[in-house]
């Protein structure tokens, strides 16, 4: 056959099909590792809160959780809540995750943060000493009030809720005392209240209420708070339930409480917002006092949107792959299906074409052949000269020798056969017109 050697338009095919999927492949590498997700990252960092805060000790917790799957969680203490969120909200601190009180923040003021649902009631405790009141908060103007430590969460619902019942820092001295500086300072009768945020199980609240110099104030009108302040809830704290021997409290109190979240920069790895979902599940889903079993953590988004991996997770739990594998194999499974089903998208249709395109080439280089058989057969039935004849019997000699010498692979090797079958039946042709030439007889 002229042109090319088979056998090189054979391995030039193969090889462009080959470095095609090469190149193919290498783009996406290249997409997975630049436009894709990164690997999650070894290393994350926490804001928490101040030491003793129930904050910190569930940061403590989390470290615990994330160890056991090969993540470092770092711990920053804090003042509280406000300052987490200037934490979060600047991404020169390195910070990740942190909690955040309920009330504190908006989508407006932290574009760049979700949640990831709320974690726990938050009660704001009351306490106070040596004042009557039975007239209201009023009765605190002249005292002096700790109501948290800048950069607390405590603080700003503090000193919101005494400046709507007109205890002002004009008209009243408020302090920055952390809650266990304000505990301490409360039972040795320096300060007449201290308002804290905090949870039930913080170790001050056990202490203050069981004392007898101390008492807890209630919200009697609750109801308006949370009406004024919808990231409030109302609680009821029953009487006896810190002492039951001693009937403390007295009575039942009505307690204002926001719920924490634990917020997230938006550009956290969604493979670590799927560990800190399963951790807070772990931590925060046992009962509580104020609280039943399985109701936090709670895709609530109060201050934030919930991200996407959280939507996920209280949608259908867990991702599939993390429920049967560890951590890391899961993270790189995933990044590889990320990168393979796409690849396969555009490799599964051209690897399809591939073997029509080489079929198609192939019958081709035949079919050509069976062109220029055809030309030699309509000069012959145009009635030739002998010299003619025989200038044609050269020409079908020649087809024969490259079709005889002409390599194809075996799937194509019948359709050679069948051409040479055909070449023969020319040749008989050729012979029934030499007779009659040979003869001096006219050709048929």
Same mark, same amino acid.
């Given at each position: 056959?002229?042109?090319?050697?088979?056998r090189?338009?054979?391995?030039r095919?193969?090889w462009i099909v080959?470095?095609v999927?090469? =190149?193919?492949?290498?783009?996406?590498?290249?997409?997975?590792?630049t436009?894709?997700?990164?690997?999650p990252p070894?290393?994350v960092?926490?804001?928490?809160?101040?030491?003793g !805060?129930?904050?910190?000790e569930f940061?403590?917790?989390?470290?615990?959780?994330?160890?056991? *799957?090969?993540i *470092?969680l770092?711990?920053?203490p %804090?003042a509280g809540?406000?300052?987490?969120l $200037?934490?979060?909200?600047?991404p020169g601190?390195? =910070?990740? &995750?942190?909690?955040v009180?309920?009330?504190?923040?908006?989508?407006?003021q %932290?574009?760049?943060?979700? %949640?990831?649902g709320?974690?726990?009631?938050?009660p704001?405790w009351?306490?106070?000493?040596?004042?009557?009141i039975?007239r209201?908060?009023?009765?605190f103007?002249?005292k002096?009030?700790?109501?948290g430590?800048?950069?607390?969460?405590?603080?700003?619902?503090a000193a *919101?809720l005494?400046?709507?019942n007109?205890v002002?820092?004009d +008209?009243?001295?408020?302090?920055? /005392? +952390?809650?266990q500086?304000? #505990?301490?300072?409360?039972?040795?009768?320096e300060i007449?209240?201290?308002l &804290?945020?905090?949870?039930w199980e913080?170790p001050?609240?056990?202490?203050?209420?069981?004392?007898d110099e101390?008492?807890?104030?209630?919200?009697?009108?609750?109801?308006? /708070?949370?009406?004024?302040y919808?990231?409030?809830?109302?609680?009821?704290?029953?009487?006896?339930?810190?002492?039951?021997?001693?009937n403390r409290?007295?009575?039942?109190?009505?307690l204002l409480?926001?719920k $924490?979240?634990?917020?997230v920069?938006?550009?956290l790895h969604p493979a670590?917002?799927?560990?800190?979902?399963d951790?807070?599940?772990?931590?925060?889903?046992?009962?509580?006092?104020?609280?039943k079993e399985?109701?936090?953590p709670?895709?609530?988004?109060?201050?934030l949107?919930?991200?996407?991996?959280?939507?996920?997770?209280f949608k %259908?739990?867990?991702?599939?792959l993390?429920?049967?594998?560890?951590?890391?194999?899961?993270a790189?499974?995933?990044?590889?299906?990320?990168?393979?089903i796409?690849?396969a998208?555009?490799? /599964?249709?051209?690897?399809r074409?591939?073997?029509?395109a080489?079929?198609?080439l192939?019958?081709?280089?035949?079919?050509?052949q069976y062109? *220029?058989?055809?030309?030699?057969e !309509?000069?012959?039935?145009?009635?030739?000269?002998?010299?003619?004849?025989a200038?044609?019997?050269l020409?079908?000699?020649?087809?024969?020798?490259?079709?005889?010498?002409?390599?194809?692979?075996? $799937?194509?090797?019948h359709?050679? /056969?069948?051409?040479?079958l055909h070449?023969?039946?020319?040749?008989?042709r050729?012979?029934k =017109?030499r007779r009659?030439a040979?003869? #001096?007889?006219?050709?048929?």
């Amino acid at each position: 056959m002229p042109g090319t050697d088979p056998r090189t338009t054979h391995r030039r095919f193969v090889w462009i099909v080959s470095l095609v999927t090469l =190149v193919l492949f290498a783009a996406g590498v290249w997409a997975a590792l630049t436009l894709l997700e990164p690997t999650p990252p070894r290393t994350v960092v926490m804001t928490t809160g101040s030491a003793g !805060s129930a904050y910190a000790e569930f940061g403590d917790r989390y470290r615990e959780i994330l160890a056991r *799957e090969g993540i *470092e969680l770092r711990l920053l203490p %804090s003042a509280g809540a406000v300052e987490n969120l $200037a934490r979060l909200r600047d991404p020169g601190t390195g =910070v990740s &995750m942190g909690f955040v009180q309920g009330g504190t923040t908006d989508p407006q003021q %932290s574009p760049d943060l979700a %949640s990831l649902g709320t974690l726990t009631y938050e009660p704001l405790w009351f306490f106070y000493r040596d004042v009557d009141i039975t007239r209201g908060l009023k009765e605190f103007r002249g005292k002096r009030i700790s109501i948290g430590p800048h950069g607390s969460g405590t603080r700003k619902l503090a000193a *919101e809720l005494l400046a709507r019942n007109g205890v002002d820092r004009d +008209s009243a001295d408020w302090l920055d /005392y +952390s809650a266990q500086e304000a #505990g301490e300072k409360l039972l040795g009768g320096e300060i007449q209240a201290a308002l &804290m945020v905090t949870s039930w199980e913080s170790p001050v609240v056990r202490r203050l209420l069981t004392s007898d110099e101390v008492n807890l104030a209630s919200f009697p009108r609750a109801d308006a /708070y949370v009406a004024l302040y919808p990231f409030l809830n109302k609680l009821v704290l029953p009487a006896g339930v810190a002492d039951l021997a001693r009937n403390r409290p007295p009575t039942d109190v009505l307690l204002l409480a926001p719920k $924490a979240s634990l917020a997230v920069r938006k550009d956290l790895h969604p493979a670590i917002q799927y560990l800190l979902l399963d951790a807070a599940a772990q931590i925060h889903g046992r009962p509580g006092i104020f609280h039943k079993e399985g109701q936090f953590p709670a895709a609530e988004s109060i201050d934030l949107p919930l991200s996407d991996p959280a939507r996920q997770y209280f949608k %259908s739990g867990r991702p599939f792959l993390q429920r049967f594998l560890p951590f890391w194999m899961a993270a790189l499974v995933r990044q590889l299906l990320v990168l393979l089903i796409p690849l396969a998208g555009v490799l /599964y249709p051209m690897l399809r074409l591939a073997p029509a395109a080489y079929d198609w080439l192939m019958r081709r280089r035949i079919f050509r052949q069976y062109g *220029e058989l055809k030309f030699i057969e !309509s000069q012959l039935d145009h009635r030739a000269s002998p010299d003619d004849v025989a200038a044609l019997a050269l020409r079908l000699d020649r087809l024969e020798d490259r079709v005889n010498h002409a390599w194809v692979p075996e $799937a194509f090797a019948h359709m050679l /056969y069948t051409l040479r079958l055909h070449i023969g039946l020319v040749r008989a042709r050729f012979e029934k =017109v030499r007779r009659p030439a040979e003869t #001096g007889g006219r050709i048929p």
